[in-house]
């Protein structure tokens, strides 16, 4: 599975659009790209996944380049509630790889009042 | 309610005396996985399943067992903990191309 890299942390305020990149230069073709968040002593929580393109939901948007080698995601009108850590992971769409994921180092973001 | 559920939170054991950690879930998810989290370390497969009797490493399976004999069911043993076990287990949850992983609440091991 790709590795990924993403920035160790970010600083915001409330009300602002956040934009987190992540890279994964060495994606396959099978490989799709998801994004968790985790609060301190809780367990992460998925957030988004997708393919390529654009996926957006509820919570957040996922803009995906042709090129598949980085992701952005984006989280608009942060609250103070919003300040976690943020994981970006490459996962396999074949089915005797999907139960393997690697998590990176995440970003830790902090919204400010 | 949909969930995966981790026992026991909190444990604290001495060194050699074996434990297990269970964990079940109630979505028939064919996925289930084990992560231990460290400061600094982030966090780390240690085993995962994609289906009853199918189980294989992850990066740091080492003092480490697992089975899956339930769909529902993944339990994390510990033949013989040592202290740099001592970490925030995660046990997880999957459907084959579904999105995402549901995490369980975590069980804070210390091993003295």
């Known amino acids: 599975l790709a590795k990924t890299t993403q920035p160790i942390s970010m600083d915001s305020y409330e009300g602002q659009e956040v934009n987190i990149t992540c890279s994964h230069n060495n994606i396959a073709t099978n490989d799709y790209i998801t994004w968790y968040q985790q609060f301190p002593s809780q367990g992460p929580r998925f957030i988004i996944q997708?393919?390529?393109t654009k996926v957006t939901n509820e919570v957040a948007s996922l803009f995906i380049p042709a090129d598949r080698k980085s992701s952005t995601l984006s989280l608009p009108r942060v609250s103070l509630s919003d300040t976690a850590v943020y994981y970006c992971l490459v996962g396999s769409l074949i089915y005797n790889q999907g139960g393997k994921l690697i998590f990176g180092q995440g970003t830790e973001l902090s919204v400010k009042p | 309610e949909a969930q995966v559920t981790q026992n026991p939170r909190y444990l604290i054991t001495v060194t050699g005396k074996k434990l297990t950690v269970t964990c079940s879930q109630n979505?028939?998810?064919?996925?289930m996985s084990w992560y231990r989290q460290d400061p600094g370390l982030g966090l780390r497969q240690i085993y995962y399943s994609m289906n009853v009797e199918v189980t294989d490493k992850g990066d740091v399976p080492e003092g480490y067992k697992v089975s899956r004999k339930e769909k529902r069911n993944f339990p994390l043993i510990l033949e013989s903990p040592s202290p740099n076990q001592t970490s925030l287990y995660f046990c997880?949850?999957?459907?084959?191309?579904?999105?995402?992983?549901?995490f369980g609440s975590g069980t804070r091991l210390t091993v003295v």
């Open positions: 979505m028939n998810h064919e996925y």
């Open positions: 997708g393919y390529k």
């Open positions: 997880a949850s999957s459907a084959p191309g579904h999105y995402g992983y549901t």
